[in-house]
C-alpha cells in the first residue's frame, strides 16, 4: 500500500519510512524528556488491506468518534502495566479506498517507584516532572494527529493500485517550541 497522506510534525523528531505502508514519528527523549524514565512516545501511520484488531489490554474504554481533516476515524483506547511499564495506546482508524488507515500512538514509560529511585520524595518529584514533560509532549502529538490530511487519489485508483515511485508521501513542518 502507498501512503497518501500529509502531515506536519517538528523537525527534532526521528521519522521512519523504512516500510512504505507506514510511517512514524518518535520522540527522541534526550530531547523531550528530562527524568530518568523509559519514555517513548511515537505516533506511526499504516495502511493495510483491514483494520486490523485491537489488543485490548488492561484497560479500554468504549470506541469514540473523532473527526480529524474532515475525516470521522474511529478511536480506540488502551492501556496496560507490567514490569515497571505502562503502555497507553490510541488507535485512529478508518477505511478509505478500501484501504484502512490506522494512526497509532503509544507511550510507554516506566512507572519509575523502586525502579529508578526508592525515595519517595524523590519517586514524587520525578513523576511530577515526566508528567509535565508529556503533557508538552501529547501538546505536539495532538497537533500532528489533527494536521494530519489525505492527499487526493486519482479517480478509478485506490491506494493498493497506484505504483509506489509514482505517489510520494509529502509531509510538512510543524512549528513548536521545546
Known amino acids: 500500500y502507498v501512503l497518501r497522506f500529509s502531515m506536519a510534525y517538528p523537525s527534532n523528531v526521528t521519522i521512519a519510512t523504512s516500510n ?6 518518535s520522540f527522541p527523549r534526550a530531547t523531550y524528556f528530562s527524568t530518568v524514565y523509559a519514555d517513548d512516545v511515537s505516533v506511526t501511520v499504516s495502511a493495510s488491506s483491514t483494520c486490523a484488531t485491537i489488543d485490548q489490554g488492561s484497560t479500554v474504554q468504549q470506541p469514540q468518534i473523532a473527526t480529524i481533516g474532515g475525516v470521522q476515524f474511529t478511536k480506540n483506547e488502551t492501556g496496560d502495566i507490567g514490569a515497571g ?33 526508592s525515595d519517595p520524595a524523590k519517586i514524587a518529584a520525578l513523576t511530577t516532572a515526566r508528567a509535565s514533560d508529556y503533557a508538552r509532549v501529547n501538546t505536539i502529538v495532538q497537533q500532528i494527529i489533527y494536521s494530519f490530511t489525505f492527499i487526493s487519489t486519482p479517480p478509478g485508483q485506490n491506494e493498493a493500485t497506484i505504483p509506489a515511485a509514482g505517489t510520494p508521501l509529502t509531509t510538512n513542518g510543524l512549528s513548536v517550541s521545546n
Do not use: M, Q, W
Open 85 to 117: 511499564n505502562v503502555y497507553d495506546s490510541t488507535y485512529y482508524d478508518v477505511t478509505k479506498n478500501s484501504v484502512c488507515y490506522r494512526i497509532l500512538v503509544v507511550d510507554h514509560h516506566a512507572n519509575g517507584a523502586g525502579l529508578y529511585e
Open 20 to 25: 512504505p505502508a507506514a510511517f512514524r514519528v
